[in-house]
C-alpha cells in the first residue's frame, strides 16, 4: 500500500534518491540514531547491545504488532496492555496449579501457555463483537476492555503479585538460544558449566526467537493472506469493502482477535521474563506501542502499514530506550523523545508524501 | 433494560416532553436511579459528608471532562490533559520550593508560582493546536505526543518522586470549607478554628469547600461559552461539519488552536488544584488514566465521539456517575476490582443506549 508510487519508477537519478529517501527515511532515521548512541553511549556499539535492545524490546515488538492490525482497519485498541497484564497473572496461576497437581514441568508450562493464549483472545472476541456488531467506537469499546482487565487481574491477585513460577520458566524467559564455551562445540538452550571467570558467549535471547517466528507469520498473515488482504481493504474504503462482499463485520472480530492474542503472547512472555505477573504490567507499553505504529508510516485513518515498518518504529523506540539508559541519563528523557518522534515522524512522513 | 423499551416505543414515546426529556438526559436519571439504589445498600452513603467529599475529590475530573468536551465536540481528543496536569502541578511545586528556599513569603510564594504556571499552561495546547491545525496531524497523535513530553517533563522536574517541603498554607486553599461548626460549641466562617486540639478533628464539623464555588463557576462560565457564545457556536460548527464551517467563513484552524488552548488551560487549573489540594506536587502516573476517565465522563454524558454533539453539565453528570459509581459500590462492600469492571460496562451501556436514542442535544 504505502510502496505503491509509480512515479519513481524509471525516473532520473536524482529522483531515484529522493524516491529512496522518501521510502526508507525510518530505517536511516534508525540508522543514524543508532549510530549517534554508538559514540554517545560508553558499551553500546556491540554486538550485544543489540540482543539487549531485541530482549528487552520484545514486548513491545508484540503489541506494535497487535496495534498494527487494528489501526490498518481505522480502529485503536487501548486494551492491549491491560491484557497483557492480565495475561501475565492468568499464565502463572494455570501453571502454578497444573505444577500444584502433579504435572511435570516442562508440560505445565505448555499446557499453561495453551490455555492462556485461548483465553487471552476472549478479550479480543468481546473488543471485536462490540465495535461490528454494536457499532460501538473502538476507543470506547477496548478502554471499556481496559477496565475489566484490571478488575479481573486484581480479582485474580487480591492485590499482590502472581508468582510461583518454576524455575524452567525462568530459565527459558531469560536463557539464550546458543551457548559457545571457549574451547567446546556451541550447546542449544542448556548454559554450559564453566570455571568461575570464562565467559560463555550467548547467542539470541529465548524469547526473542520465540518473537521473531510469530512475527514472522503474521507478516505473511498480513501480506499474503485473503485475510490480511481483507484488513487492508476494510481500512481503506469500508463501503467498497462491504460492496465487495467482504465479510467485514467477521473480519473486523478476527482483527481485535488477533490483537488480543499477541497481546496475550506478549503476556505470557512477560511472565517467563520477570516471573511475575501484575495487573498493570503493560500499561505503560501502550503509547510505545502506537508510537511504534505511527512511526513506522501507518496511517491513523487506516489502509496503510506494515509489519516491517511498524518494527523499524519500534526498534527506533527500543535503541532509543537502551542508549539512554547506557548513556546514564534517566529514563523519563525517553518519554520526551518518543513524544517528540511520534508528532515528528507524521509531519514528515506527510511532507514526504507531498513532495512525491 | 431502560433503553430497549424506550426505544421500542421510539414514534410515540420519544415525541412526548416526558419521553424527549429521558432522551436527553438519561445519564441524569440513572444518576438519580443510583443514588437511590446505593442509599438503601450503601452504610453511610447517604449523608451530606459523605456527598460533599465525592463531589470534593471530583475536582480535577470534573475540569478534565470540560477540557474533553470541548475538544470532543469539535471531532477531536486530547489525551494529553492527564499529564499536562501532573506537569503544571510538580511545576507550581518546584517554584514554590525554589521561592521558600529564596526566603519568600510561604504566602508569596503561592500567588506567584499559580501566576507563573497558569500562562505556562497554555503553552502545551498551543502545541498541540499549531501541530494539529498547521501540520495536519491527527488529534490522537498530536495530544499522545504532548502525552509524552509532558510526562517526561513532568519526571524530570519531580525526578519521580512526589514533591514535599512547600507550604503547608497550601490545603487551607484547595481543602478550605465555608462553614465550620462544633455542635453547640463554636461556628466559623472560611476560618479553620485555630489551636483546635487533633483528637475531637472528627467532631468538627465542615460544609461547602471552595472546590464547590471554584467548580460551578468554572462549569457555569464554560456552559455559558459552549451554549451562547460564538465560541460556542463554532465548536459545535466544526464538529457538525469541518466543510460547511470552512465555506460559512469560520477561521477554523484558529477556532481550533483556541480550543486545545483551552482544554490544556484547563488542565493547568487542575494541576494547581491538585497542589493546592494535596499539599504537595504529584506528577501523573501511567494508571491513573486521567484522560481516558474524563472521556469516558463525556462519553457517559452523551456526547459523540464524531463530534458535533455534547453538554458541558452532562459531561459533570458523567463525571458524578463515574464517581458516585465507584463509591456507592465501595460503601455497599463490593470489592474494588468489580469497580474497574462496572465502569467498563457503563461506558459500553452509555454508548449502546445512546444509539436507541435519535441524534439530538
Known amino acids: 500500500m504505502t510502496n505503491a508510487n509509480p512515479a519513481i519508477q524509471g525516473a532520473p537519478r536524482g529522483k531515484a534518491l529522493s524516491g529512496f529517501l522518501r521510502k526508507s527515511w525510518v530505517l536511516i532515521f534508525l540508522a543514524l540514531e543508532t549510530i549517534f548512541f554508538c559514540f554517545r553511549s560508553e558499551g553500546f556499539a556491540n554486538l550485544n547491545s543489540l540482543q539487549i535492545v531485541l530482549f528487552y524490546g520484545v514486548l513491545v515488538f508484540l503489541l506494535s504488532v497487535a496495534e498494527l492490525f487494528v489501526i490498518i482497519t481505522g480502529g485503536i485498541d487501548l486494551s492491549v496492555g491491560y491484557i497483557l497484564g492480565l495475561s501475565s497473572i492468568v499464565s502463572i496461576k494455570i501453571i502454578v496449579k497444573l505444577v500444584a497437581l502433579g504435572v511435570s514441568t516442562p508440560l505445565a508450562l505448555l499446557l499453561g501457555t495453551a490455555a492462556t493464549l485461548l483465553i487471552g483472545v476472549l478479550p479480543g472476541l468481546v473488543n471485536g463483537w462490540l465495535v461490528a456488531y454494536l457499532k460501538v467506537p473502538p476507543f470506547i469499546a477496548t478502554f471499556s476492555m481496559v477496565g475489566v482487565c484490571h478488575g479481573v487481574s486484581e480479582l485474580l491477585i487480591n492485590g499482590v503479585y502472581a508468582m510461583g513460577l518454576p524455575k524452567l520458566a525462568a530459565d527459558i524467559g531469560n536463557g539464550h538460544f546458543l551457548y559457545v564455551a571457549p574451547g567446546s562445540a556451541p550447546v542449544l538452550f542448556q548454559r554450559p558449566e564453566v570455571e568461575r571467570g570464562v565467559s560463555v558467549l550467548e547467542i539470541v535471547p529465548n524469547i526473542v526467537v520465540v518473537t521473531a517466528i510469530v512475527i514472522a507469520v503474521f507478516v505473511f498473515v498480513l501480506s499474503r493472506s485473503r485475510f490480511g488482504r481483507h484488513v487492508y481493504a476494510i481500512g481503506g474504503n469500508m463501503d467498497a469493502a462491504i460492496r465487495a462482499g467482504i465479510p467485514v463485520k467477521r473480519r473486523i472480530l478476527g482483527v481485535y482477535a488477533t490483537s488480543s492474542f499477541l497481546a496475550s503472547l506478549a503476556g505470557i512472555v512477560y511472565a517467563f521474563m520477570y516471573v511475575s505477573g501484575k495487573a498493570d504490567a503493560g500499561a505503560s507499553l501502550l503509547n510505545d506501542a502506537i508510537a511504534a505504529v505511527v512511526i513506522g508510516g501507518a496511517s491513523m485513518f487506516g489502509g496503510s502499514g506494515t509489519v516491517g515498518r511498524t518494527m523499524i518504529g519500534a526498534l527506533i523506540i527500543a535503541v532509543l530506550d537502551l542508549g539512554l539508559r547506557m548513556s546514564g541519563t534517566p529514563t523519563f528523557d525517553k518519554y520526551i523523545l518518543v513524544g517528540v518522534i511520534l508528532i515528528l515522524a507524521v509531519i514528515v512522513e506527510r511532507y514526504m508524501q507531498e513532495a512525491a | ?361
Do not use: C
Request: hydrophobic fraction near 55%; glycine fraction near 12%; proline fraction near 4%.
Open chain 2, 1 to 361: 433494560m431502560d433503553g430497549e423499551s424506550a426505544a421500542k416505543g421510539h414514534e410515540g414515546f420519544l415525541s412526548t416532553k416526558a419521553g424527549r426529556a429521558l432522551a436527553t438526559n438519561w445519564a441524569a436519571f440513572f444518576l438519580i436511579l443510583m443514588l437511590v439504589v446505593f442509599s438503601l445498600t450503601g452504610r453511610n452513603f447517604l449523608s451530606i459528608v459523605n456527598f460533599q467529599n465525592v463531589v470534593h475529590l471530583q475536582t480535577v475530573p470534573f475540569l478534565l471532562a470540560v477540557a474533553e468536551t470541548f475538544v470532543i465536540i469539535t471531532g477531536g481528543i486530547d489525551l494529553s490533559v492527564g499529564f499536562v496536569m501532573g506537569l503544571v502541578s510538580v511545576g507550581a511545586a518546584k517554584l514554590m520550593q525554589l521561592f521558600l528556599a529564596g526566603g519568600m513569603d510561604p504566602l508569596w510564594a503561592i500567588v506567584l508560582s499559580v501566576l507563573i504556571v497558569l500562562p505556562a499552561s497554555l503553552l502545551p495546547g498551543l502545541v498541540n493546536g499549531v501541530v494539529i491545525t498547521r501540520f495536519k496531524v491527527p488529534p490522537f497523535i498530536a495530544t499522545l505526543g504532548m502525552f509524552g513530553i509532558a510526562n517526561g517533563l513532568a519526571l524530570k522536574i519531580s525526578q519521580g518522586y512526589p514533591m514535599t517541603g512547600l507550604p503547608d498554607k497550601l490545603p487551607d486553599f484547595g481543602n478550605g470549607y465555608i462553614l465550620y461548626i462544633l455542635p453547640g460549641e463554636l461556628l466559623s466562617f472560611f476560618v479553620k478554628p485555630a489551636n483546635f486540639p487533633y483528637a475531637r478533628i472528627r467532631e468538627l464539623a465542615r460544609f461547602v469547600p471552595y472546590s464547590f464555588i471554584f467548580i460551578i463557576i468554572v462549569l457555569a462560565v464554560t456552559a455559558f461559552a459552549l451554549k451562547r457564545k460564538r465560541f460556542g457556536r463554532y465548536t459545535y460548527a466544526i464538529g457538525g461539519s469541518m466543510d460547511a464551517s470552512l465555506r460559512s467563513g469560520i477561521a477554523v484552524d484558529k477556532h481550533l488552536v483556541k480550543v486545545y488552548v483551552l482544554s490544556s488551560f484547563l488542565a493547568g487549573l487542575g494541576g494547581i488544584f491538585n497542589v493546592l489540594q494535596t499539599g504537595i506536587g504529584n506528577y501523573t502516573t501511567f494508571n491513573a488514566q486521567y484522560e481516558f476517565f474524563a472521556i469516558a465522563a463525556v462519553v457517559v454524558g452523551g456526547a459523540s465521539l464524531a463530534g458535533g454533539k455534547g453538554r458541558i453539565w452532562s459531561s459533570a453528570v458523567g463525571v458524578l456517575v463515574l464517581a458516585f459509581l465507584e463509591n456507592g459500590l465501595a460503601l455497599s462492600g463490593v470489592a474494588p476490582f468489580y469497580r474497574y469492571i462496572a465502569v467498563g460496562v457503563l461506558l459500553i451501556l452509555a454508548v449502546v443506549i445512546d444509539k436507541f436514542f435519535p441524534d439530538m442535544r
